[in-house]
């Protein structure tokens, strides 16, 4: 049985990483151009089973027979790793403009695999495997030509290795030990490589081979420089998808497993500065919006700094991973953030007068690591704002700040914050509570949901089921029905008033009443608002029609969201 993946060719194959010609102008540019994820889907040598070798004469044969087999619908693609799908026509012009391409063509040179005699041609057996899709002998070749030393074995193995590891993050979850096997092993011959004498001669006889201006043979050096960069590029690049993608798991794995391959190697801190700035595209882009937005409308400071904030919480979790909480990018890029921060709730305050709002930003700040200059200008402000929001309201209290073990949690009038995780109030969509149960051993329970992440709190170690775990679970609540519950029921009173509908369990808000939907099957109901009941009974709340009380819904507040709402919610839809 073949030890591979194969490759969907789909329209978007070679487009999904169009060639950069400026990035690929510089020597390091040649592999960054293609050191992405999509690396080996859109590889020309895997679409159409060339050899790398293979001359401009053989190429464009090759390219004829796969069209004109194509056209006459007989096109089967039995090499190893080839596609799944046939090549369209215009993805055969798309690949022939690559292989004409000098730069282009020797960068994919690079990562497929070469003949034993590279950079000359001549037979081989582990490439006559692949032509028949056979690539358990090809790999135990490899296996045994590098024990004896072989550079190109070597090169073989870290490409093999690399395709693995890339067609595998479709299917292994993050705990996968395949997962982690094939990338460590992918690396670790790529690091081989990197230092392998051999090898980069062999990228010399190549280049001077090639004589082409646009290669010239010292190249070499620079290449061998840009080779780990590159490789390393791409988990980051994986990193930062699986992050805006709110699948944290993966993200904080390829940001771990970049440590662990780089932490604290020759020349690993440049790497791992590279790899967070591949992290952290999407945070400068989001710094230049906040500073805009609160120079056009100072008033939208605020919530202007409440994106940032969320995103840079998560950006610093996976720098802290990848480069170490410790590292001089994290702290940079930590002071040029709250630099925006600051600067727009200062902006804020000014337009507004509104202190206390400004108070939990401005102590989630005091918590980063920064230059010394900017943390006495946020201490400064936040005790100016203290002061300010102290005397204008000196019996209420800005924010509910607790800590939980080593987390903590932060509930204001803009949202709630758990660690990184940041739900501004104009997000929030769901919230459930229910305190413990000593009979079914359940810890109080409390969770919060956005359309971006969802909050949950049902540790034992953070909410014990005795008397403290249910003081500290009463003050949240309180917190929570202060300065979540009332905007957020506002809100939803209006969606639905306008035409929208709003599902709770097994019952649905409309602006015409509830529609009551029983667990038995029998006919849902519509209940005016004026007349809908609502009852606790046990651990549950029941809904009902004041006018037939046979006909009601049970709710779960620990399992259904927004159950906690219903009072309310019912009350304000049933005011004029």
Known sequence: MNSHTSLSFGPAALAAAPWDCDVAATPAGLFAAIATPALYRQQPFRLTGLPVLANARDTAKRLELLRQSLALGLAEYHWAFAPSFAPTADEFVAISQVLKDARQRFAYEFFWFWPASYPEVSPDPALQHLERDETEPALAHWRMAAEAGSAVAQHNLAVYFHVQALAGERIWPAHDDTRRDSWQTAFAHWQRLATNDDFWALISRRLMQLDDPQLPPDLGDDLRRALLPAIAGINAQLAAHYSTRDNTPLARWHAELLQQIFGGT?????????????????????????????????????????????????????????????????????????????????????????????????????????????????????????????????????????????HRLTLDATGVQFDEWLIAIDELGGFRHAPASAEAGLAPLLAWWSPACAITLDDPALLPADDAGAARYARIVEACERWLVPPLVARLTETIRQGGSLEIGAVTLTAEGICLAPAHGETAALVPYAAARLLTQDDHLLCSSAADTSVSVAFSPREDWNVVLLPPLLAALATP
């Open 266 to 406: 020759f020349a690993g801190a440049q790497v791992l500065a590279n790899c967070g700035r591949v992290l952290t595209g999407q945070l400068e882009t989001r710094r230049a919006e906040t500073a805009r937005d609160t120079q056009a409308d100072p008033a939208r400071g605020l919530a202007a700094t409440r994106p940032l904030l969320e995103l840079a919480m998560r950006q610093f979790d996976l720098i802290s991973r990848a480069c170490g909480g410790d590292s001089t990018y994290l702290r940079e890029l930590s002071t040029s953030t709250a630099t925006t921060t600051l600067d727009a709730l200062v902006d804020y305050q000014r337009a507004t007068g509104d202190n206390a709002a400004c108070l939990p930003c401005l102590r989630l700040l005091q918590t980063w690591s920064v230059s010394p200059e900017l943390a006495a200008r946020i201490e400064q402000a936040h005790a100016i704002m203290s002061e300010a929001g102290t005397s204008a309201e000196p019996s209420t209290p800005a924010a509910l700040a607790l800590s939980l073990g080593e």
